[in-house]
């Protein structure tokens, strides 16, 4: 029987991978030029080798939805495949006022040679004795839930540290709280001396899986799952709004070792897209101080929907114009916006003159000070590419896949806090993949450890504390006021006594 259900999902996958082939070959015009040509060959060509290397995946390793490979891959297609053949074929390969396309063919082949990397490092030392069908993975073990009131403190001080960063941007706590219905505001988004603040949302929603799994409250869940709500809305982060719909459902799948059916894919995907349709619409107006609102006059179209493709996975147009000034324009990096790490963390309350981000030097040397201003984004092989160059993209993604390799062990774990650890890094890829800023990605990631790190530390102290109870002929649990003398040990202080 599970032989037949390998067969029927393997069937699946190719019939998604053939129609999805049909689509994007259907993107090419008789009136191309030459050059436009030659990019859309080289695009189908990149999603022909890319889907042979899942396929074989899939075939031989059971590649699963919810590993790292499949969603990194994933955003590869959708950024540097799907969208440019969109772009190409409406001509909207324009950012900025350039023209990305004549850097097209290089980068694509650059990000396919990144890719082949990523993969073998992958599954470099993949041991066949594992594999990764999860009904032969261990069963989670239920883990004792925790005392809640750590739990918290951590979410409530990460909270009233993400306030505060809005607080300092002009925005009262009424306004916040009725979604800018009421409340006064004075939008200052050019002060960032508390901007370091807002990593602390990482933390919150990493608190909040452990509150939401691992404590048994359903008022205080509900409560901070609003409030967290909330304030996605007001700072309209689509990306942190991912991570906060993603992670409940990759931990539900992963710690029950099952596989979502299509379906249930698609209707993930259509209600994703919906909230984050609306979070564009809004974007606009919450920039200028208004209200949140609904869908407008015009009501939720087609255009509306596909706003966030625009906004999100528009990251391989610096990659294009990139690779055609770099390095003959402009000189490699030389792992200057990586070294950035040692600056970014101090607060420019404390640091007046620091200097600014090099992924911003990178954008406006690919595309233009407009580009640069807006915030345009580059994707992570845009990063290692402006830094090191066509070698540096072969070797750093064979690192990427060897990290990505190590992350999914966490899922195949039995330990319950492994896989929660894990259902809230799955979705952080998706920045660390469209968005190349290694210092700010980082830190997010840092930041969205500590919780984990918090509670392994009151672990070992209850460890240790429960040694030394036993070594003083104590037994029960410290801190709930209920510490019992054990037989022994009151009979040596009886003796003692007499």
């Known amino acids: 029987m599970k032989a037949v259900d390998r067969h029927s999902r393997m069937a699946g996958f190719m019939a998604v991978f053939l129609a999805m082939g049909t689509v994007l070959a259907s993107r090419?015009?008789?009136?191309?030029?030459?050059?436009?040509?030659?990019?859309?060959?080289?695009?189908?060509?990149?999603?022909?080798?890319?889907?042979?290397?899942?396929?074989y995946a899939r075939k031989f390793y059971d590649l699963y939805v919810f590993e790292p490979l499949s969603f990194v891959s994933a955003i590869y297609i959708a950024v540097f495949i799907v969208?440019?053949?969109?772009?190409?074929?409406?001509?909207?390969?324009?950012?900025?006022?350039?023209d990305v396309s004549g850097g097209g063919v290089k980068a694509t082949l650059i990000l396919l040679l990144g890719y082949t990397c990523?993969?073998?490092?992958?599954?470099?030392?993949?041991d066949a004795s594992n594999m990764n069908v999860l009904e032969y993975l261990p069963l989670v073990k239920e883990a004792p839930e925790y005392e809640p009131l750590s739990l918290y403190l951590v979410w409530g001080f990460s909270f009233s540290m993400c306030l505060l960063c809005m607080f300092s941007?002009?925005?009262?706590?009424?306004?916040?709280?009725?979604?800018?219905?009421?409340g006064e505001v004075t939008v200052s988004e050019s002060n960032t001396a508390l901007l370091f603040l807002s990593n602390f949302v990482v933390v919150m929603i990493s608190a909040w899986m452990l509150i939401l799994f691992r404590t048994k409250n359903i008022a205080g869940k509900v409560v901070i799952t609003v409030l967290e709500t909330i304030y996605l809305i007001m700072r309209n982060s689509r990306w942190l709004m991912l991570v906060l719909m993603l992670s409940p459902i990759t931990y539900y799948f992963v710690k029950r070792r099952r596989r979502p059916r299509g379906l249930y894919l698609l209707l993930v995907g259509l209600t994703g897209l919906v909230v984050f349709a609306w979070m564009q619409a809004n974007r606009g107006i919450l920039a200028t101080g208004g209200a949140v609102q609904g869908w407008g006059e015009e009501g939720l179209t087609i255009a509306k929907l596909a706003a966030p493709f625009e906004s999100d996975l528009n990251t391989y147009r610096a990659f294009f114009s990139m690779v055609t000034?770099?390095?003959?324009?402009?000189?490699?990096?030389?792992?200057?916006?990586?070294?950035?790490?040692?600056?970014?963390?101090?607060?420019?309350?404390?640091?007046?003159?620091?200097?600014?981000n090099p992924i911003r030097a990178i954008i406006e040397h690919s595309l233009n000070g407009r580009a640069r201003i807006s915030g345009t984004a580059v994707s992570n092989i845009g990063e290692i590419y402006a830094n090191f160059g066509v070698?540096?993209?072969?070797?750093?993604?064979f690192l990427i896949g060897r990290i990505l390799a190590w992350l999914k062990r966490f899922y195949q774990s039995y330990r319950d806090d492994d896989l929660i650890l894990y259902s809230v890094m799955y979705p952080l890829l998706f920045q660390w993949t469209a968005r190349g800023n290694f210092s700010g990605n980082f830190y997010v990631t840092i930041f969205a450890l500590l919780p984990f790190f918090f509670k392994k530390y009151l672990l070992r102290k209850t460890r240790v504390q429960a040694g030394r109870?036993?070594?003083?002929?104590?037994?029960?649990v410290r801190g709930t006021g209920r510490i019992e003398r054990s037989r022994a040990g009151a009979a040596q202080r009886i003796h003692t006594d007499l």
């Open 169 to 182: 941007q002009g925005l009262s706590i009424r306004y916040i709280f009725t979604l800018g219905k009421v």
């Open 28 to 55: 090419f015009s008789f009136s191309f030029t030459a050059e436009k040509f030659r990019l859309y060959v080289v695009l189908m060509i990149s999603y022909i080798w890319i889907g042979i290397l899942l396929l």
């Open 391 to 397: 070698a540096g993209c072969a070797f750093i993604m």
């Open 325 to 356: 000034r770099f390095p003959s324009r402009y000189g490699y990096l030389m792992g200057g916006s990586y070294l950035y790490i040692f600056i970014l963390f101090i607060p420019r309350a404390l640091w007046k003159g620091k200097p600014d």
């Open 469 to 476: 109870d036993q070594k003083n002929g104590y037994t029960g």
């Open 118 to 126: 990523l993969y073998i490092g992958y599954y470099l030392t993949y």
């Open 83 to 98: 969208k440019p053949l969109i772009d190409l074929r409406a001509g909207h390969m324009i950012e900025h006022g350039v």
